[in-house]
Structure formats: C-alpha cells, structure tokens
C-alpha cells in the first residue's frame, strides 16, 4: 500500500511556465503546502501535506488536470519495459500496480460496461515512439483486472491522426470518466514515472461561456478569461480582497475575480466599455448565482487614478493596458519600436498611479506588450525600472523552496516575467507582477 503522503500530478496547459507561476500562486492563497517534486512541461508532481479537495480546479487558468498518485515506477523499469521490450520489467510493472490495490483504489462504479481511459504525459522525446504501446499496455491491463473482478470493460481509443495518447479534459468531461474515476494518468518524470487517478478536470465550457455566451463582447482587445483568471490568481486576489482593474474594458477579468469572491472595481476611459463591463457582470451574477458579489466600474483615465479612486484602499491590480493596434502583417523591427515608444508614457504614468492606490504589499499584475517583428525577434516595453523607480518590488513567480532540483528548474528563480503569446500572433503578452 502507499504511505501516508499525499502525491498528485497538475497536467498544465499550453504555456507550461504560466501554469506553474499560477500553482504557486494559488497555494499562497489557499494556504496549501505543496512541493514540486517532478517538473516537467507537461506536468508537475506535486507532495501535499494534506488532502487536495478536487474542486479547486476551478480556480485555476492554466491547469488541465488533477490526478492522485496511486503508483510509481523507476524509470529504469520502464524504460527496460517498453524502449527494450522486455518482459520481466512489464511483469514486473504490472506486481508494482497491483502491490497498489490499483483497481479497487480507483474504479468505484460496477454497474453496466465499464469504459475507462488512460492518457500518458512525457517530455522527452524518446518517448514519443512507445507512448502509444504504453497506454495499450496499461489499458489492457486495467481492463483484464476489472474483468477478474467481474467488470466487463473497455478503454477508449484515439483517432488516428491524434499524436499523443491523452485524452482531452473534453472527451474526459463528455465520457463521465472524472464521476466514475475512469481516467488513469501515466507521467513520465525524470527518475520515475506516475500512475495517477484523474481527480479533477478543467472545463472549458465554462470559460468559453464566460467568453462567448455573455452578452456583450469584444473579440480584438479582450483578454482571454483563461488568462484573466491566471492574472488573479498572480495577483494573490482572494475572496473579500479588492481587486481593481483599470483598463477594464467589457470587463474580463472583473469577472475572473468576482468568482474569485472579490470586490471588484473597475475603470475606462471609454464609457462604452464601462457599461458593457457593467451588462457582462450583472449577467455573471445572474448566471452564477452571486447575490451578494460587489461591483464598481468608473468611467475615468487611468493616469490619474487618484482623482477617483481613493490611495491605498485597493489590495490587488491585475490589468491589460493598451498593447497598441491591430497589426495585419508583422511589423519592422522600427515600426515595432516605434509602437511600443507612442504607449510608454500610458504605462510610465500608470504605474506611479497604481503604487499610490496600492496598498502595502499589494500586488500589481501587469500586460505590457511584446511585438514579433517580421525578423522573428520581439520589441518588447522594459517597465522593470521604471516599476522601481515608483517604489515597486518586482516579485519572481518562482520559489526555489516551492520545486524540485530539475534542470527546468535552473534559471526559472532569476525569471521576472511571463509571456504569453502564439506562433501564429503578432502582439502576444509579457505579464509582470510588481509589489508595493
């Protein structure tokens, strides 16, 4: 049986830095003890000192999925077991899994046909050619074990152009498989290799209907409410805080934040957006049931905060200022830089507004943009010293007591932002987070 410890794995989302700056975020928040104990891009094994309640997934942006720990290999064995195709190390797989009482720890449901998934997560890529036989191997082994315990089962297959073996949060949401406990992970880390039962899975429905399904939108400015809600999270926001967003515009991470349990106040300059984010929160509070949720959005210009918003009475910022136009075509390394010069003077000003708003130890979470020119490098806006000159501290997302000694690990402490942005992007993110 497994000791006394409480293991899990955190499958991340695309931006695997993002995810973690997020994971140590939220266990500052909720007070969780938690270690890192296996890094990778993929996942995050993660030593608890108590139990993980399944739901505060939805808390977070950037992690996908919760599994619980049941299993572990030495990466020896499998290595010898699938790479060398040898028996005794497969046999030898299968005893460790059922040492573990396995099935009866996670297949809870009996009745009917049981269907069930396995998903691997890997980081190097000698992997990659044995991940598929990996997740047959597990599958047919899980599934003769519920037929001993008089189980008819199946696990589920994937199309065939799918490159990796993972199932999608999705498929694992459509097929039911967090209810039944039906999805098994297998991680793959640097000395060991995880078998988890997925506790917890992120669903995306409800962020695209945050998105999408309310009532007023902005498809070019808005931040994603994936994102949003990785921002609050950075910015330590938790219920009963005030959390301000001065660039509110139709009000997205507002809404981030009221779920949060936040009291939430937010400003721009344009009054359209404040009464779109006033219409986008009203329809929150119906849809989510937040009778009691507080709101104040100001039409004002966020270069003089103080004429309407009082100093230190806010406890966090998380905002996403002007990034600069809509590009259609990369720009020139000049074009670029001349971009980020014309928005200088918003952020310079903004920032000496948001220290005096500020309370003490508040968090900023700041956007400034970052522009791929048509050469492939980035002209980005270094506000670092300018954020100290008002009298912030830039906060590094990263604590070297929070990992694990993994190579990803090195260089991850020094780090002091985030960005964020998709090949196919022009204008992505830098995220920066600054304390008073």
């Known amino acids: 049986m497994l000791n006394n410890r409480q293991d899990y794995v955190f499958i991340t989302g695309k931006n695997w830095k993002l995810s973690l700056a997020e994971l140590t975020s939220f266990s500052q928040i909720k007070q969780l003890a938690l270690r890192v104990t296996d890094l990778s891009k993929s996942f995050f094994a993660v030593t608890a000192k108590e139990t993980i309640d399944p739901s505060i997934i939805d808390g977070f942006g950037g992690i996908i999925k919760i599994g619980k720990v049941i299993s572990r290999i030495p990466l020896g064995t499998l290595e010898e077991a699938f790479l060398h195709r040898n ?30 998934g396995i998903s691997v997560y890997f980081d190097n890529p000698r992997f990659l050619r044995y991940s598929m036989h990996m997740q047959r191997f597990l599958g047919n082994y899980f599934k003769e074990q519920l037929e001993d315990h008089g189980r008819k089962a199946r696990f589920m297959g994937f199309p065939k152009d ?51 399904a309310r009532p007023v939108q902005r498809k070019i400015f808005s931040i994603p409410p994936r994102l949003a809600r990785i921002m609050v999270n950075l910015s330590l926001c938790s219920h009963g805080k005030v959390l301000l967003d001065p660039f509110c515009g139709v009000g997205t991470i507002l809404q981030e934040a009221m779920l949060a349990g936040a009291q939430v106040t937010g400003m721009d300059i344009d009054p359209w957006c404040v009464k779109a984010s006033c219409t986008n929160l009203e329809w929150l509070k119906r849809e989510y049931n937040l009778k009691d949720a507080e709101y104040t959005v100001l039409v004002g210009d966020s270069r003089n905060l103080t004429k309407q918003i009082d100093k230190e009475c806010v406890d966090c910022i ?46 900023l979470v700041l956007v400034t943009p970052c522009i791929k020119t048509r050469k492939g490098n980035f002209a980005t806006l270094e506000i670092g010293d300018k ?25 991850l402490t020094e780090t002091s932002s985030l960005v964020d942005i998709a090949k196919k992007h022009k204008v992505g993110r830098e995220i920066h987070v600054f304390q008073k």
């Open 318 to 363: 998380a905002t996403e200022p002007d990034l600069g136009p809509a590009l259609r075509h990369f720009p020139t390394t000049s074009h670029a830089e001349n971009i980020i010069n014309k928005l200088k003077p918003l952020y310079w000003k903004f920032t000496e507004e948001a220290y005096k708003v500020l309370k003490k130890d508040g968090n």
């Open 162 to 212: 799918r490159e990796l073996p993972q199932l999608t949060h999705v498929e694992v949401l459509k097929k039911g498989l967090i209810e039944k406990s039906a999805e098994i992970v297998l991680c793959i880390g640097r000395e060991q290799a995880f078998v988890a039962s997925t506790i917890a899975v992120h669903n995306p429905f409800e962020f695209q209907k945050r998105d999408v």
């Open 87 to 116: 028996k005794q190390a497969q046999t030898d797989i299968e005893n460790s899994l059922s040492a573990d009482w396995a099935v009866d720890q996670i297949f809870k449901t009996s009745s009917g046909k049981y269907v069930f």
């Open 387 to 411: 954020a100290k000159s008002a009298g912030f501290k830039t906060i590094f997302p990263f604590r070297r007591e929070d990992m694990s000694d993994s190579p990803l690990a090195a260089g």
